[in-house]
């Protein structure tokens, strides 16, 4: 029985090697209603992730960024080039998404944090942190990408609870996005 126990704990997903040094978004502003061309735009005008090395016929990874309408569909629900056992973004799981690991984590599960030699601005880890919590949806409605996700907590981020206690509300509701102004 104890070796049935122990191996089952070996190969479950949670015995491999867990993202470290994340950044603690707890108590940060949630941004709701998260989609796709939320994440895609902060990420073209934030950072070089969809205009140096996530392009072209050789992108990093892998992982081609270039176009809006196709590179959700190389993200969600993928597995990484990196590992067979690290997918890129798991729906509703941002910290075991590779994604939020590589952008938010000194030392993510799979090869190093990037971009390489910079960081990413706190918005957009927020951002994406957000887009993966609520489902990481924004694809094509004609070609739905497939999802085992629920919601949980009505809807509510995870990062709008402190220490067990609902944080103050104003740190929950509406903050100005650039990329598309004001809303709540």
Not at 59 to 82: E, H, K, M, T, W
């Amino acid at each position: 029985m104890t070796r049935v126990l122990l191996l089952l704990l070996l190969c479950s997903p949670l015995a491999a090697g867990a993202a470290e040094g994340c950044r603690n978004l707890s108590g940060l502003p949630i941004i709701q209603g998260v989609l796709w061309d939320d994440v895609w735009e902060a990420m073209d005008s934030t950072s070089n992730c969809t205009q140096n090395c996530h392009l072209g016929f050789v992108p990093a990874g892998d992982l081609d960024l270039s176009n809006r309408q196709l590179s959700i569909y190389f993200l969600v629900g993928q597995l990484s080039a990196q590992s067979g056992a690290s997918q890129r973004v798991i729906p509703g799981d941002p910290r075991r998404s590779l994604l939020f690991q590589k952008i938010a984590c000194e030392t993510p599960d799979v090869g190093m944090p990037m971009p390489p030699g910079g960081h990413v601005p706190p918005l957009l880890q927020e951002l994406i942190y957000d887009w993966i919590e609520q489902g990481a949806y924004g694809e094509s409605a004609e070609d739905p990408i497939p999802r085992d996700f629920l919601f949980r907590d009505s809807m509510e981020s995870l990062r709008c609870v402190v220490d067990g206690q609902t944080a103050d509300h104003r740190a929950c509701t509406g903050i100005k996005q650039p990329w598309r102004g004001t809303r709540s």
